[in-house]
């Protein structure tokens, strides 16, 4: 019953509801530390409800959150969290967004300046350091969300739909970043989306939630793909089409379902 | 696009002038004339050679540094606590519920009649007009900057304090700059409030300053007094709100299209 030690994030039997809706119910799910693990579900299904509890910016009706063993209280100082939504600040510089956890941090500024210049070149922002985030496109701003997230080095990324409303070029080189930053770290990441390929071809674990209300997880999956991986290429692998297909099966259901629901309400 | 503003631009500004020059002319013949009396009106040409003369001979300064002075003073004190309120309040619900009707009721009591028991209170030296000033500066701060802090985007809130943010960073990092949007607003509006309250101040009671400029020449029915009087205050007005939009332009060069936005409130 009880889940193998090395757990950076667990949710036992966790449930959240709103007034008048119950977002997700009945969780136990662990985030083995130094895993890439994928929550993938329907639009509306309780995502980011998920990792809002887990970050502690929300705390659930019922069960407990643990990140490394310990029960979560408050905002959880472990990890780092790419929103859905823009949340760079507006009046601050490309590279003053960057160096704000260092400077929370009290970090001397020289120093978390010169950090945060190596993050731009990293993310490949030089020349943008001092422009406003309203100046930048939607993949630079997510650039420099990324750079913001990491430059702390949390040992618990979250990221939510980080690239949603991204194009399919600027999109597929983000996704590679990650996958390049991830592997040059233990870091455990739990990563949003609704888009299954995204989910498979990063991670090395996806979980499927049930639509919502009341959202349930369906089923937990093994990628099993071997790294590092080529995200060009990896939709043609064999192992990546059978994954897909059996994942595929499952979540079908379940779109179905709430479309059915939307329909009706 | 940029074409047409220029050269629509140009024009403008001189439809503009002439317009004001026609007032003016119109103003000045109708006295001239005889159409419009001049001891109610005055003439325009006369209220120049008043208030230059007024510079020349140095007799405004005194009472131009007295009103600005005043203003200053309610201007600093009123944003303040403005500012400082309007923060408690935002970021404390039951205080802000508690508070709530007794802040209606104050902010919907005439300042005018405030003035009065000022005069008594303070006397009739600077501080009952700066009390007065205070008073209309603190609402419009106070309703600005505790909108500002309440409509602070949460997404951008949580994600400070996801990195690691103490209730201190927040304040100053995100609150007060989200906030300041809002508050700039109502500075343009205070700034003008505050001199107008100063005035009226002196205006019913003091020993110098514009208003009581004005109030003694109307005593001598000095009708050119009046007017001159008048201009300088609006001249002030204008020339406080050009540097109030220049630090408004400074403080919020990271927003878009600041200035359409910040204008379109006024309330
Ligand atoms: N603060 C909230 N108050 C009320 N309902 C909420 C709140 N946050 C989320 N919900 C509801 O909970 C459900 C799950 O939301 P969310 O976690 O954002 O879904 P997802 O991220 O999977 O798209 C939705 O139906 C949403 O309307
Ligand atoms: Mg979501």
Request: hydrophobic share 50%; net charge neutral.
């Amino acid at each position: 019953m009880s889940p193998p030690n090395g757990a950076a994030v667990r949710f036992t039997n966790i449930t959240k509801s709103f007034p008048g809706y119950v977002a997700v119910q009945g969780i136990n799910l662990d985030v083995q530390a130094g895993r890439f693990l994928s929550v993938v579900g329907p639009s509306g299904c309780g995502k980011s409800t998920l990792l809002n509890m887990a970050a502690g910016l929300m705390t659930p009706t019922e069960g407990t959150v643990e990140i490394f063993g310990e029960p979560l209280q408050g905002i959880n100082r472990k990890a780092g969290y790419m929103f859905q939504q823009d949340a760079l600040l507006p009046w601050k510089t490309v590279i003053d967004n960057i160096l704000l956890g260092l400077v929370f941090q009290g970090v001397e500024p020289k120093l978390a300046e010169e950090r945060a210049r190596t993050w731009i070149h990293r993310v490949g922002l030089d020349g943008f350091a001092d422009r406003y985030p309203h100046q930048l496109s939607g993949g630079m701003r997510k650039r420099v969300a990324m750079a913001q997230t990491w430059i702390v080095d949390p040992a618990i990324v979250f990221m939510d739909e980080p690239f949603g409303a991204l194009d399919v070029h600027t999109r597929l080189r983000m996704e590679s970043e990650i996958l390049s930053l991830w592997a040059e770290t233990n870091k455990t990441v739990m990563f949003v989306t609704h888009d299954l390929e995204e989910a498979i071809a990063l991670s090395d674990e996806v979980v499927v939630l049930s639509a919502g209300p009341a959202s349930r997880m369906v089923g937990r999956y093994e990628v099993g793909l071997e790294r590092p991986r080529n995200l060009i290429d990896i939709k043609t692998n064999p192992r990546f089409v059978e994954i897909y297909g059996s994942i595929w099966r499952d979540l079908r259901e379940e779109v179905l379902k709430s479309y059915e629901r939307n329909e009706k309400a | 696009m940029s074409e047409t503003k220029k050269r629509s631009r140009v024009p403008m500004a001189v439809w503009q002038v002439l317009l004001g020059a026609t007032f003016l002319v119109t103003w000045q013949m109708g006295v001239s004339a005889g159409v419009m009396d001049k001891f109610f009106f005055s003439r325009p040409t006369d209220i120049a050679a008043r208030v230059a003369q007024m510079f020349i001979t140095g007799t405004i300064w005194v009472h131009l540094a007295t009103t600005l002075l005043e203003a200053a003073l309610s201007f600093l004190i009123g944003v303040g606590a403005g500012v400082i309120v309007g923060f408690v309040l935002a970021r404390n619900a039951f205080l802000a519920a508690l508070l709530d009707p007794y802040i209606r009721i104050t902010n919907a009591m005439p300042r005018v009649v405030l003035a009065p028991i000022f005069l008594l209170w303070f006397g009739l030296g600077i501080w009952s007009k700066v009390a007065l000033g205070v008073t209309v500066v603190f609402f419009i701060v106070f309703f600005n900057t505790f909108k500002g802090v309440r409509e602070v985007d949460r997404v951008v809130v949580n994600n400070a304090r996801m990195l690691g943010a103490s209730e201190r960073q927040l304040i100053r990092h995100v609150l007060i700059p989200s906030a300041l949007t809002w508050i700039f607003s109502s500075l343009h509006i205070s700034i003008g409030f505050a001199i107008i309250a100063v005035v009226v101040g002196e205006y019913l009671g003091a020993s110098r300053g514009v208003g009581y400029m004005i109030s003694q020449a109307e005593g001598v029915f000095d009708t050119t007094g009046v007017f001159a009087g008048m201009v300088i205050l609006a001249g002030v007005v204008l020339l406080v709100g050009v540097g109030v939009d220049r630090m408004e332009r400074y403080l919020l060069r990271w927003k878009p299209e600041h200035t359409d936005e910040v204008k379109g409130q006024v309330s």
